[in-house]
């Protein structure tokens, strides 16, 4: 990946806000039921453009947004006064700030995960909530390839962490042709987790249900397609806000059924 002389997402600002728009009022809901009601200050990790600002502040918290984009900012500025341009691996704010933290698809787009987890734990109070809200990272990323009947087929490329500018699946209308994506392995994602000392208090992996849509049907056969296949079967989890823990703890959502990205 070559090296940027800018945050990936300035320039598609506008783009971005216009194409996250209807996902960002499916998710905000589920996002809404898995922080449940809260208080104190929130920050809104890689706030992008702000759309998840009102849902947030709809649970009672006073939230602040942070992302790297001064253009992804500048769209955010017509929600919200409460921004700060900074980096997620390094938080200009002392330890102990915020009550709670949550971080929205951005697993996929910063460039140092494990040190963005840590941070989050270094600015949580004691007994403070991370929910962390993204794309599964065994079933989204540039080693799917979707087949016409929803099925997922997962190729080797899962094994390559790290920055992809392409992949052949990527049909040139989604946010990942225009800025890559990192990939974050399982592994990788699980283990940023315990270095940082978050104890996990909730891992949802919903089905399309949750947002109002239609299940996949059926896997079956597809005739010229040699490469090896995976139905992608999780099992459904309810939604309901947990009570909190003493511990700094994390809501983890992985969705694993949007194809956003
Ligand atoms: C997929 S967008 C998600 C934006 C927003 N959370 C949402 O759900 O609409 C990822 C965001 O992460 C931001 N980002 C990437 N690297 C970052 C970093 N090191 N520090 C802060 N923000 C970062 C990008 O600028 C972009 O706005």
Redesign the pocket.
């Known amino acids: 990946m070559p090296v940027l002389d800018r ?3 300035d320039g598609h600002a506008e783009w ?1 806000d216009e194409w ?1 728009s209807e996902a ?1 009022s499916q998710h905000g809901r589920i996002v809404s039921a898995l922080l449940g009601p809260g208080t104190g200050r929130c920050l ?9 600002l009102d849902v947030l502040r709809s649970t009672g918290r006073t939230v602040v947004g ?4 001064a253009d ?1 900012l500048r769209v955010a500025r017509r929600r919200t006064r409460a921004l700060i341009r ?4 390094r938080l200009p704010f002392a330890d102990g700030t915020f009550e709670t933290v949550v ?4 697993s ?5 995960f494990r040190g ?1 987890v840590g941070e989050v734990a270094r600015v949580l109070v004691p007994g403070g909530l991370f929910l962390f809200y993204g794309v599964h990272p065994c079933f989204n990323g540039p080693f799917v390839e979707w087949a016409d009947d929803e099925r997922r087929i997962i190729h080797p490329t899962y094994r390559r962490a790290g920055w992809h500018e392409r992949a052949p699946w990527w049909n040139g209308g989604g ?1 990942r042709d225009r800025v890559g994506m990192r990939h974050v392995p399982l592994a990788d994602l699980v283990n940023a987790i315990i270095a940082a000392r978050l104890s996990i208090a909730r891992v949802a992996e919903p089905d399309r249900d949750a947002w109002g849509m239609s299940h996949p049907g059926p896997a079956q056969p597809s005739p010229g397609k040699t490469a090896p296949r995976f139905r992608v079967c999780l099992p459904c989890s309810p939604i309901d806000p947990r009570s909190r823990v003493e511990a700094p703890e994390l809501r983890w959502r992985l969705w694993r059924s949007s194809r956003m ?1």
């Open positions: 945050p990936r997402y971005y996250s960002a809104d990790l890689g706030c992008g453009t702000g759309r998840y942070i992302d790297i984009s992804q900074g980096d997620a691996a971080a929205t698809w951005v996929t787009d910063v460039d140092d963005t946010i990205f």
